[in-house]
Structure formats: structure tokens, C-alpha cells
């Protein structure tokens, strides 16, 4: 799996995803309420090594709709977004592939988190459609290229 499918893999295995998401999708999430979209922001080289393996840092964004009809779901929805930090960070030596040219290198997680979650987008009509939050998450990575 490459940085990308890894993080939705590793998204989708956390524990509470059932009870506010019901499938982790990319680029975008559905605007109805208990959907995840992850969208990534890019890739960048961190550093290198004299044999070639490299470190490297892909950026996310999460977008998530919760229902936000009162305050008892907006601090559940916050709450789940501060777990699904904390667990993040936890989420460490899983591993993922990476293609360069016509060549498939192996590497894994070295690093993960989670930043700058916030409310995003809050419906004009009404709350009970779904609010969206967002929340940007950081791997860091490793690409073994050489010995």
C-alpha cells in the first residue's frame, strides 16, 4: 500500500470509526452526516541519506460531516476528533510502498499525527444536515532505496 491507502487503512481501523463514520473516503466526504473524506495536500522530501533511503512527509486533509443539531453532538464530535489524534500518534511502523520510476521500494510509518482540527462548514439552512470538520494529519515516512 502506498502513504495514501496505508493512512485510510489505519483511519479505518479506528476504534470508535463505526460510530461516527461509516467508510473513509478520498478527497471528499458525503455531506451527509457520519462521512470521512481524506484528501491529500502533497508529498515532500524531508531527507536522504548517502545509499538513497529516504525520509519523507505527506500531508492530509480529514474532512468529516457529523450531525451538530445541539451541543451534546458537537462535543461528542470534537471529542472523537481529539481521540482520533491521540490514537494517530500511536500509529507507528505500519508499512507502506512507494514507486519510483518503474521500481517498488518498501518503507514504513515513522511518524503520524494530527494537527489543526476545526469546525469547517456549518450548513446556511440548518445544522441538522451536517457540519463538517477538518482536521490535517502528517506522516512521516521512510523509503528504502538503497542497502
Not at 451541543?71 to 470534537?78: A, C, G, M, P
Request: proline fraction near 2%; glycine fraction near 10%.
Amino acid at each position: 500500500m502506498n502513504i495514501i491507502e496505508r493512512v485510510r487503512d489505519i483511519l479505518a481501523k479506528f476504534p470508535r470509526i463505526g460510530e461516527i463514520c461509516n467508510e473513509v473516503h478520498i478527497d471528499f466526504a458525503d455531506s451527509n452526516p457520519t462521512s470521512y473524506g481524506l484528501s491529500s495536500i502533497g508529498d515532500s522530501l524531508v531527507k536522504k541519506d548517502i545509499l538513497g533511503n529516504q525520509r519523507r512527509r505527506h500531508t492530509f486533509m480529514l474532512y468529516s460531516t457529523f450531525s451538530g443539531i445541539n451541543d451534546y453532538e458537537r462535543l461528542n464530535n470534537s471529542s472523537a476528533l481529539l481521540e482520533l489524534a491521540s490514537w494517530l500518534e500511536m500509529q507507528k511502523g505500519a508499512a507502506v510502498t512507494s514507486v519510483i520510476g518503474d521500481t517498488e521500494y518498501g518503507g514504513e510509518i515513522l511518524e503520524i499525527k494530527a494537527t489543526n482540527g476545526m469546525l469547517y462548514a456549518v450548513p446556511q439552512e440548518h445544522t441538522a444536515g451536517g457540519v463538517q470538520y477538518q482536521l490535517q494529519i502528517i506522516a512521516e515516512y521512510s523509503v528504502k532505496t538503497g542497502g
